[in-house]
């Protein structure tokens, strides 16, 4: 397997475009909540190469909305949003991105049911 076999479902060339623009690289800026500073400011994770932990294989970047906001979007959703609005991500900058996404999401939503007289 080459780090440019694109994955399952991918019968659009949707995954190849997203990477070719990345150049193969994840385009996380500091969503995550990591400053990549020493990275020039971007994730240096790239596409085929080893994961930061001891073990953990070869890294597979996946094509998913810039927005963070749109990574909350049913996989459906997203893969319909044009190829300008996905970037590439790592999995471990995707799955922070949208942890941080819904826990935003989640405040911003104003508690209802029996319990929301409590809050106050």
Known sequence: MTGRTPPLGDNRGLWLVVLAAAAGRCQCRGTCGKNHNKDGGRCKTVNGGYGPRHGTGPVRLLAAPAEPADLLLPAHKAAA???????????????????????ARQADTPATGPDALFDL
């Open 81 to 103: 949003l044009p190829k300008t609005a996905l970037i590439a991500w790592c999995p471990e900058c995707h799955d922070a991105t949208r942890r941080a996404a819904a826990k």
